[in-house]
């Protein structure tokens, strides 16, 4: 069972709100990763971090923004949130070894975001 | 772009059948991992092959490495309707040193 959180599970919410995802982990990873995923679909990278104080945008454009405060918490916000950004919303992390080296990531269950 | 293309898109098998599914990437890698998802739910990670393997093995699971074509596939033997899933890869090109990305997966179905 991978120690990696996010909540909410399911959020609806009306246009022009703003929110965030939270992204909790308890195994010290230093890399924590944000997928957008459709119903289906492949994943796609929005935002990524190396260790605290650290971000970095992905391979698609977003409207979102990550915080890397702690080592544990990596929260995405949206300030306005539009019907564009329904999608489900992955959340990972893993241990970087060195030398390019990856291990394996661990994902949460997902936030399903929906925007009326 | 994505990194990683998978085909088939879909694949439906019957129960004891095995299940083939091939991925190909782009640029040079320092490992490639599979990954598999249950509807709706986050993934699970299935196996990491390093770039100088060829292939390595884990229960009925058979991944192999081709670096100079760029590709891998990932061998389900005997497979199971629990194993109705969509598979995914994942690369972390050559120094990019976290950026893991996926392909665009494949959805297994198998029936009784």
């Known amino acids: 069972e991978a120690d990696i959180y996010q909540t909410p599970r399911y959020l609806v919410i009306g246009t022009g709100k703003k929110i965030t995802l939270e992204c909790s982990q308890t195994m010290g990873h230093d890399k924590m990763y944000w997928y957008q995923q459709d119903p289906g679909m492949e994943l796609h990278l929005i935002h990524y971090s190396y260790g605290v104080n650290s971000t970095e945008k992905g391979d698609l454009s977003s409207e979102s923004t990550v915080s890397r405060i702690r080592t544990e918490h990596f929260p995405l916000t949206l300030e306005s949130a539009r019907p564009s950004h329904t999608s489900q919303y992955l959340c990972?992390?893993?241990?970087?070894?060195?030398?390019?080296?990856?291990?394996?990531?661990?994902f949460g269950q997902g936030t399903r975001l929906t925007v009326v | 772009s994505q990194q990683g293309e998978e085909d088939p898109q879909a694949l439906s098998i019957q129960e004891g059948e095995n299940a083939t599914m091939n991925c190909s990437y782009k640029t040079s890698i320092n490992n490639l991992q599979w990954y598999r998802q249950n509807s709706g739910r986050g993934l699970v990670h299935l196996i990491l092959i390093r770039s100088n393997e060829r292939e390595k093995h884990s229960g009925r699971l058979r991944v192999t490495l081709d670096t100079s074509k760029k590709s891998s596939s990932l061998l389900i033997t005997a497979s199971r309707a629990a194993d109705t899933a969509s598979y995914f890869c994942a690369t972390v090109p050559t120094g990019t040193a976290s950026k893991l990305t996926f392909g665009t997966g494949t959805r297994l179905q198998v029936t009784l």
């Open positions: 990972a992390s893993s241990e970087y070894q060195g030398g390019g080296l990856n291990t394996e990531a661990f």
